[in-house]
């Protein structure tokens, strides 16, 4: 089994990824999360948004429609240009993108020594297009937002308007994007349906490449906060002809994944492109007006744009490990789907199960982000293998001593260690902030 294979079959054993609709016989680049990846990636979006809007004073947050006037993606370029080179196989009539070289090669390897020929690319695009309205007749197409991002810029002055907000500053948005993705694959890192976390910086143009150095660091330092390991991390950037039409510059943060440095993140310095083009399609000023310097411009973006699922897909990827006889998911506290998992020893002894039961519920009242784990089944062995698996840092075992003397053990998930702790003290030891 590859690694890939390997966490594949955890996500769909353990409950945290399934493929969507699967009973049907699946939907191809679509899938559901269960009730631990569910836990997960809400973590991963509660961390990105206490980072990027609760301990900032320059950022506030946003969600927008995903439906959209479609003027808005005439403007943004989208219908144009949001396309990606197609290519056909002769033989099987498979369509894949011809910029991707792996795919390319593997697909010409099944073809078992024969030489396979390509159709000539044509561009291929991205958009998925959804049909609006109750008459037949009437119904008018939109799309489904390829990208977060038009949502914020077309709000750029409605923000501006309404808040407090005077530039430099910046508008968070985490939500579902569509692309109708040529070759969807390797898990969630390719899907048709994905979610994203974007930050759009609003910038003085001459301020733009100070901020785009900033914004670079910070989002590299989140991720190695939350456990990623730095040396699987890296930038790369875009060469001209790689960039998509609306960037001045852009580098992805890159994680070596089990297929290959993979992008996770784009930043992007995307100039006034937006603003100018939603200025000049729609009539509005887009300008901003800078009363101290007196001074008016049209602002340049600085984008931060990760995918949720590929942040899912990873963090599951760099945390999982082998050991001799265990299989642990290192996950960071912060985003473990239960940061504390609660035993009785024995399920069969009524006292042993109402202390539990007082431990869990008292956890859980006082910090409901804890969510406790419960589990009364089988010896207590196999109840920390199965926590470790899923990633819970801690488990409390409660046994005859709890009675007497009012203590539990808790035992590591990293180390294996188990200490004895005063149930007084289980709040600070297991709390997550
Ligand atoms: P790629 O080159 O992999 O197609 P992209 O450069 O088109 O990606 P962006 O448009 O910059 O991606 O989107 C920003 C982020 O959104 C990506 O870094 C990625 O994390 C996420 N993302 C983009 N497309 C997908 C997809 N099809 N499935 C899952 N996540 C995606």
């Not at 509660?46 to 609760?54: D, G, L, P």
């Not at 930050?199 to 456990?227: F, I, T």
């Amino acid at each position: 089994m590859t690694s890939l294979d390997k966490i594949v079959s955890l996500a769909k054993r353990r409950g945290f990824i399934y493929p969507g609709s699967e009973i049907y016989g699946g939907l191809s680049g679509t899938w559901d999360y269960g009730p631990l990846g569910v836990e997960l990636k809400n973590n991963i979006k509660r961390e990105f948004w206490k980072s990027m809007v609760y301990s900032r004073e320059d950022v506030v947050g946003l969600d927008a429609a995903i439906l959209m006037n479609p003027k808005v993606w005439e403007a943004s370029g989208h219908v144009a240009a949001f396309a990606d080179p197609l290519v056909e196989c002769k033989f099987c009539h498979s369509r894949l993108r011809a910029d991707q070289n792996e795919e390319i090669k593997a697909h010409e390897e099944s073809h078992k020594g024969k030489k396979v020929e390509w159709t000539d690319p044509k561009q291929f695009n991205l958009l998925v297009e959804a049909k609006l309205g109750v008459v037949e007749e009437a119904k008018q197409k939109v799309y489904l937002r390829g990208e977060i991002t038009q949502g914020v810029h077309v709000n750029f002055k409605n923000v501006l308007d309404s808040s407090r907000m005077q530039i430099p500053f910046g508008i968070a948005q985490i939500g579902k994007a569509f692309r109708n993705e040529i070759t969807p694959g390797n898990f969630t890192f390719r899907s048709r349906e994905f979610e994203q976390m974007e930050l759009q910086y609003y910038v003085n143009p001459k301020d733009a490449s100070r901020w785009y150095e900033y914004w670079k660091e910070e989002r590299m330092k989140w991720y190695l906060a939350l456990g990623m390991t730095k040396t699987k991390m890296r930038f790369r950037q875009h060469e001209e002809n790689e960039r998509a039409h609306y960037a001045r510059d852009a580098w992805d943060i890159e994680y070596d994944s089990p297929f290959g440095w993979k992008e996770f993140e784009g930043i992007h310095n995307r100039g006034d492109w937006d603003l100018s083009q939603h200025q000049k399609e729609s009539g509005q000023d887009m300008a901003y007006f800078d009363q101290q310097k007196q001074e008016k411009f049209l602002p340049y973006i600085i984008e931060t744009s990760g995918g949720v699922d590929r942040a899912v897909l990873f963090f599951l990827a760099n945390a999982y490990h082998e050991e001799k006889d265990r299989l642990i998911l290192k996950l960071h506290p912060k985003l473990a789907p239960h940061k504390v998992a609660v035993f009785p020893l024995l399920a069969n002894k009524p006292e042993l199960v109402k202390k539990a039961e007082e431990i869990y519920s008292q956890l859980s009242t006082f910090n409901p982000q804890l969510n406790p784990a419960w589990d009364d089944r089988g010896n207590i062995g196999k109840r920390y293998y199965s926590q470790d698996e899923i990633g819970t840092p801690s488990c409390i075992t409660v046994d005859f001593q709890t009675l007497d003397e009012n203590t539990v053990t808790i035992r590591d998930r990293d180390t294996a260690k188990q200490e004895r702790v005063k149930v007084d003290d289980l709040t600070k030891a297991v709390d997550i902030k």
